[in-house]
């Protein structure tokens, strides 16, 4: 049996997606402070990549990402939790959608 260490303070991020909508959790937020962002797909790896753009798609209430033709240029169908991790030095954000978590 692998025993796994808890550890309060690390969270990790997490961005859900639903069939058109990508929903950024707090943690996300809290560290991600852009209004309009740009969305961009890598197939093989299989990551989005978020990143603050001046003439890309605006945020919804601060947290949603409205991406049906986004989902449906890259033919996306993915639907979940997936995990994410900030990078600061690029102000970007991955999600990845091969590590999907559990709810």
Known sequence: MAFEVYK???KEMKVKISK???VLDRLTLENFKTKTIELAY???KRIIKI??????HV?????????KGFFNSFNINKRG???A?????K???????????KV
């Open 59 to 67: 945020l919804g209430n601060q947290k949603k990402i409205y991406a």
């Open 8 to 10: 309060p303070y690390e």
């Open 42 to 44: 890598d197939k093989d």
């Open 85 to 89: 991790q900030y990078d600061k030095k």
């Open 81 to 83: 939790l997936f995990g």
């Open 51 to 56: 990143q603050p753009s001046k003439n890309g």
């Open 20 to 22: 058109n909508i990508i």
């Open 91 to 101: 102000d970007t954000l991955y999600v990845y959608l091969n590590k999907e978590l």
